[in-house]
């Protein structure tokens, strides 16, 4: 099993910062068979949507919304995944989730963390 874990979550004012973090820990081979590395979000009465992706090979997708201000990373030693989030808007608020999807189809989730973004 896997367990992913967020941090870097807050308050900030628009035009603000924020860089948040995923850590994987668990069964080391079930680990690297993790492909994919996600970040997706929710905000208050609306559905999930995916943030970025970061494919092994560091391949990347972006959300049009936030293309140009928020960057995703990866750091295989440390079995982290980033997202570095510049020029915040309001509309940026939701709980952020990290996402781990395996070769196999298996989906990892973290339980969020809390972004909130005010004007």
């Known amino acids: 099993q896997v367990q992913l874990v967020e941090s870097g979550g807050g308050s900030v004012q628009a035009g603000g910062s924020l860089r948040l973090s995923c850590v994987a820990s668990?069964?080391?081979?079930?680990?690297?068979?993790?492909?994919?590395m996600g970040w997706y979000r929710q905000a208050p009465g609306k559905q999930r949507e995916l943030v970025a992706i970061?494919?092994?090979?560091?391949?990347?997708n972006y959300a049009d919304s936030v293309k140009g201000r928020f960057t995703i990373s990866r750091d295989n030693a440390k079995n982290t995944v980033y997202l570095q989030m510049n020029s915040l808007k309001p509309e940026d608020t939701a709980v952020y989730y990290c996402?781990?999807?395996?070769?196999?189809?298996?989906?990892?989730w973290g339980k969020g963390t809390l972004v909130t973004v005010s004007s």
């Open positions: 668990g069964n080391i081979f079930s680990i690297n068979n993790i492909n994919n």
């Open positions: 996402n781990g999807v395996s070769i196999y189809g298996i989906h990892y």
């Open positions: 970061i494919i092994k090979g560091d391949n990347t």
